[in-house]
């Protein structure tokens, strides 16, 4: 029988490499979600692509699957600003209603606890709920 701890970390590999493949798609729309105060704004939107590519085919793979769940963690720290000026500078996105750009702050914590589960060497969360 197949786990929920495995069909939900491919879900997040097959997730991360789909958002990473839309960067090369659609760089225009990360470039503008950019804090003015970064540099480089088309280079760290391939970068981060390209990190997430690999991060999220790394998850799937069993032996890389805990060190690729530590750099999604890393990364979706590393990429925090971005959503919190999102969200403070609704005025620039005005396709997106103000309070999505808010709950993607706490989406964004559900994903970073959600990679941490991966890096658990036992199911120590899930045997903690069935005492």
């Keep these: 029988m197949v786990s929920v701890k495995l069909v ?8 991360f490499i789909a958002a990473g493949a839309n960067h090369f798609i ?8 950019m804090p003015s105060y970064l540099p480089w704004h088309y280079a760290l939107v391939i970068i981060s692509g390209v990190a997430e590519v690999v991060l999220g085919v790394g998850l799937l793979i ?6 690729s769940a530590w750099g999604l963690i890393l990364l979706l720290i590393a990429i ?9 500078h609704p005025e620039l996105y005005p396709n ?3 309070i999505a750009l808010w709950i993607r702050l706490p989406i ?4 970073i606890l959600w ?3 991966y890096t658990l060497r036992s199911n120590r969360i899930y045997e903690s709920f069935r005492r």
């Excluded at 659609?26 to 979600?33: L, R, T």
């Excluded at 959503?83 to 403070?88: F, G, K, Q, V, W």
């Excluded at 964004?108 to 994903?111: A, E, F, G, P, R």
């Design 108 to 111: 964004q914590l559900l994903l």
């Design 96 to 98: 997106i209603p103000p």
């Design 62 to 67: 069993p032996k890389t699957s805990r060190y």
């Design 8 to 15: 939900t970390k491919i879900v997040l590999g097959v997730l």
């Design 80 to 88: 925090f600003p971005a959503n919190i000026h999102m969200a403070t």
């Design 115 to 117: 990679a941490y589960w």
């Design 26 to 33: 659609n760089p225009a729309f990360y470039e503008n979600i």
